[in-house]
């Protein structure tokens, strides 16, 4: 089975930063484009950046621009999100998941890593 896995999530004090890395089981990356989404408790979950198969096209949601960077490295299947100057409003569930183009139906989703901003 198809799998993507996520990791890099944590515990962090406002004003810090992670990066998350999302990695294929089974399929290459390269093949598609990666969107990484967030879904904190009590909300609906919401699209946070992509990047295209080529890692020429990305784009972000307008709450984490200029603070979150998505890229990609397709020699280790891995795509990346930097996320610096984090906020207590990014806690959140972060997933990947891959489809043909950005905004297109994701076919395949990671099971989600837990970002935690507090203090």
């Known amino acids: 089975q198809l799998q993507l896995v996520e990791s890099g999530g944590g515990l962090v004090q406002p004003g810090g930063s992670l990066r998350l890395s999302c990695a294929a089981s089974k399929f290459t990356l390269d093949n598609y484009a990666i969107g990484w989404f967030r879904q904190a408790p009590g909300k609906e979950r919401e699209g946070v950046s992509c990047?295209?198969?080529?890692?020429?096209?990305?784009n972000y949601a307008d709450s984490v621009k200029g603070r979150f960077t998505i890229s990609r490295d397709n020699a280790k299947n891995t795509v990346y999100l930097q996320m610096n100057s984090l906020k207590p409003e990014d806690t959140a569930v972060y997933y990947c998941?891959?489809?043909?183009?950005?905004?297109?139906?994701?076919?395949?989703w990671g099971q989600g890593t837990q970002v935690t901003i507090s203090s």
């Open positions: 998941a891959a489809a043909r183009l950005c905004g297109m139906r994701y076919e395949y």
């Open positions: 990047i295209s198969s080529s890692g020429t096209s990305r």
